[in-house]
Structures are given as C-alpha cells and as structure tokens.
C-alpha cells in the first residue's frame, strides 16, 4: 500500500503542477486516512502542504430511502474556499461510481473548483455511471458477488487490500 500511494501522491503532484492550489478531499471513511497520507507525501516532495478536507456523501446518496430513517451522517470539513481550486477526492474502493456521483453533487454546495480529479486505491470495475478515475494505485477484477474490503493502520490497525469472493453484501 506505501508504495501505491508513493505512486499515487508523485502522480497528483505531476497532474496539477505542484501543491499550490491543491485540495485533498477523502471522502469517509478510509479516503479520508488515504487523503491525509497522501498530503504527508505531497509535503516532503513539494515542501508545502496542500489543504485537505473530508467529505461525507450520505446525505446525498441516491439510495438514502434504503438506508433508513437515521442515517448516520459523519463530519464534512471542507477548506472554505474552493473556487478556482484543484480538488482531488480520494477514495478506497471505485466501484458503481454512485458515491463519486454523490461527492460531486455535495461539491456544488460549497463552490465551484477550477477542477476535480478523482484518486482511488482500488477500482474494482463495475460501473453503473460513467464514472472513471484519474489516480489508480491498483486494479482489481472483481465480479458482483465479490467484496474489496481496505484496511488501513489508522483504523484498523493493519495496512490491507483484500479481495473476498462471493461475500454476502
């Protein structure tokens, strides 16, 4: 996993010329550890650190009905400024597309960057938007019934990519 995300921070650096005007998104839960861990890395090469922020899509999800009554809703802490920014949201697993849908309806709430790149982990396959990532650290054939599950230090005390065939939802 260090050196995907070696991989990933030196190719968001290259993508948007630097840190300056640089915002890392991580979308909650890992994104948010994998968008801090990539700033750490943004830092020690650029000698600036680009501004961060965490964002929770729940709100917006087009399957709220299904969630129920309350759902739970965790922190959305954006820099508070984003016009004419670069946003780069990061994200464990890309799968439908449906959250990375969700992230850019909640984006327009709160400005309107110059640009939006999108970073993930893993992508899974399995679109049912036309959704692609920019940054991939590794690609992953899994099929319906099939779960990728990421861990990470921070939370669960073990950095891990596992793939899980045939999981239960």
Known sequence: ?????QRMASEIVERCFGADGLVLVGIQRRGV???ERIARLVAQTEGQPPLLGKLDITLYRDDLQAIGPRPVVAE????????GKT???????LY??????????EFADFGRPKRILLCVLVDRGGRELPIQAD???????????????VSVMELDRVDAVDLVRGAPA
């Not at 959305?76 to 016009?83: F, H, I, Y």
Request: glycine share 6%.
């Open 1 to 5: 996993m260090a050196r995907a995300l």
């Open 33 to 35: 550890e994998l968008a």
């Open 76 to 83: 959305t802490r954006l820099p508070p400024n984003l016009d």
């Open 87 to 93: 946003v780069v949201i990061i994200d464990d697993v």
């Open 96 to 105: 439908t597309g449906r959250t990375v849908r969700a992230a850019l309806d």
């Open 135 to 149: 940054i991939v650290g590794t690609t992953v054939t899994a099929g319906p019934a099939d779960r990728v599950d």
